[in-house]
C-alpha cells in the first residue's frame, strides 16, 4: 500500500539520524508568483545558502509538490502536475558517497526493487562556468560497482543541476551541483527498441524514479556568471513517490496505481487520456484550494487555476460526459486518499465545486464566441479546415483550448 512506501522513506531516514520536518505549504509565501514546484529546498533554501558554517544537520519529509509547467504533458503514462516527493538532506559537511549509497540501499533492501533493473545516469566531468568540475575517483567507482555495467555518463545538460530562474531567485545567485539519476527499466519492448537504448534516449523505457544531488556551488549571476563552492556542501535525495509506487505495483501506467486508481474507476470507459487529464488536474486543484481559494484569471496564479479548469472541463466535453455527475464523486475518493496525510484536502470541496461551475459559464460564453469566429473564417476563407497556425491564434486570441476545436466541427 502507498502508505507503506512513505512511512518505510521516513523510518529509513529517521534511523540514521535524519529529523522528520513537514511538507511546506504548495502557496509559499515567499514566492508570491507561483506554486511551490521542487522537493523540500524551498524551506531548507536559507540554510544551505547560509554564508556562516553551519553544524551538519540532517532533514527528512515528504513534500506536496505541483509542476505547472508539465500540465500540458499530463495523459501519458508517467507525467503528473501534482505529486509527492520524498526528500532527504543533509546540510553542511555533506557526504556525496553516502547519500548515493544509502539511496540504492533503501530502494534495493528496503523496497526490494530489483537491482538488475536499476540504472544510473551520473556526471563525470565537465566545464560549469567556466570552471573544470569533476566527480570524484572515489564517487564514480562506489557508482560503478553498485550498478554494475548499468552506469550512463551524462553531461552538464543532462546532469548537472542548477535552480531555476526567473522571479523566484531574488538575488539572482543559484545553487547548483551535480546530479546522479537512478532509472528503473521497464523493459525492452517499450520505448525505441534499440539494441543500445539507455534512459539518456528518453524514450520510454527507463522510468526516472530517484536522484540525489551534491549541493556544493553556486553561480552568481550578477555578473559575468562564476561558479563558487558553498560554505556548507549539502546533498538532497529525492525519490518520486507514484513513480516508485508504480515500480512497487508492477504498473507500466501511473494512473494504474493505488494513487489514481480509486478516482479512475469512477468512469466506464478503459483509462484514456482524458480521463487522466481529469484526475490529475482536479488532485491539483483539490491541493490548491485546500490551502486558498483562487479564482481563476488571466496572470501568474490565477492563470494556472484557468487552465486546469479549463482542460478539466475539456476532457469532460471531449468524453461526453457531465462534470456534474462526476466531480463530487471524484472528489471524496481523492479525499480519501490523501485526508489522513494532509487533513487539509477536505477544505476544499465546497470552493473547489462552485469555482469550476461559476467558471464554466464564462468558458462556454468563450467557446461559442470563438466557435463563431473560427466558423466565420473558414467561411470567409472558402476553406473547411484550420492549420496549426490558426489553431494557435484561436487558442491564444479566444481561449479555444487546441483539443477542443474537433468539437466545434461535430
Ligand atoms: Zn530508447
New binding site residues.
Given amino acids: 500500500m502507498n502508505v507503506d512506501l512513505i512511512e518505510a522513506w521516513l523510518n529509513y531516514y529517521q534511523s540514521k539520524g535524519f529529523r522528520k520536518i513537514q511538507s511546506a505549504p504548495l502557496i509559499h509565501p515567499l514566492f508570491p508568483t507561483s506554486f511551490n514546484m521542487s522537493a523540500g529546498i524551498v524551506q531548507l533554501d536559507a540554510k544551505i545558502r547560509s554564508p556562516k558554517k553551519i553544524t551538519s544537520h540532517k532533514e527528512c519529509l515528504v513534500q506536496k509538490c505541483f509542476r505547472h509547467f508539465d500540465i500540458s504533458k499530463v495523459g501519458d503514462n508517467t507525467h503528473l502536475s501534482f505529486f509527492e516527493m520524498a526528500t532527504s538532506f543533509e546540510i553542511g559537511n555533506a557526504n556525496e558517497e553516502i547519500a548515493i549509497n544509502d539511496l540504492w540501499r533503501f530502494l534495493t533492501d528496503n523496497l526490494t526493487i530489483d537491482e538488475k533493473k536499476l540504472w544510473i545516469t551520473t556526471f563525470s566531468q565537465d566545464r560549469i562556468a567556466n570552471k573544470p568540475i569533476s566527480l570524484s575517483k572515489k564517487l564514480l567507482s562506489l557508482i560503478s560497482h553498485i550498478a554494475k555495467k548499468r552506469v550512463i555518463y551524462g553531461s552538464k545538460e543532462t546532469n548537472f543541476w542548477q535552480q531555476g530562474g526567473g522571479t523566484e531567485i531574488k538575488d539572482n545567485i543559484r545553487l547548483c551541483g551535480p546530479q546522479i539519476e537512478l532509472y528503473y527499466d521497464l523493459g525492452s519492448k517499450l520505448?525505441?527498441?534499440?539494441k543500445d537504448?539507455?534512459p539518456l534516449?528518453n524514450?520510454?523505457?527507463f522510468l526516472e524514479i530517484a536522484n540525489t544531488i551534491s549541493i556544493k556551488y553556486f553561480i552568481d549571476y550578477n555578473q559575468e556568471p562564476k561558479l563558487k563552492n558553498l560554505v556548507n556542501p549539502s546533498t538532497e535525495t529525492v525519490i518520486g513517490i507514484e513513480r516508485v509506487a508504480q515500480i512497487l505495483e508492477n504498473k507500466t501506467d501511473i494512473f494504474e496505481t493505488l494513487f489514481f486508481q480509486p478516482l479512475t474507476s469512477q468512469f466506464s470507459k478503459s483509462l484514456n487520456k482524458d480521463i487522466k487529464i481529469i484526475c490529475d488536474h482536479l488532485k491539483g486543484l483539490i491541493f490548491i484550494f485546500a490551502e486558498a481559494k483562487i479564482e481563476p484569471g488571466r496572470n501568474y496564479r490565477k492563470r494556472i487555476v484557468r487552465t486546469l479548469i479549463r482542460e478539466l472541463l475539456t476532457s469532460f466535453y471531449i468524453l461526453r460526459l457531465k462534470p456534474k455527475d462526476y466531480l463530487a464523486k471524484l472528489i471524496s475518493e481523492a479525499e480519501k486518499i490523501y485526508k489522513e496525510r494532509y487533513p487539509e484536502v477536505i477544505k476544499a470541496r465546497r470552493t473547489l465545486i462552485s469555482t469550476i461551475f461559476e467558471h464554466e459559464v464564462v468558458f462556454q460564453k468563450t467557446l461559442e464566441k470563438g466557435a463563431n469566429q473560427i466558423k466565420k473564417y473558414l467561411k470567409e476563407n472558402n476553406i473547411k479546415k484550420i492549420g496549426d497556425k490558426e489553431k494557435q491564434f484561436f487558442r491564444n486570441n479566444y481561449g479555444i483550448p487546441t483539443r477542443y476545436l474537433p468539437l466545434i466541427f461535430t
Fill in positions: 520505448g525505441c527498441q534499440k537504448c539507455n534516449d524514450c520510454g523505457r
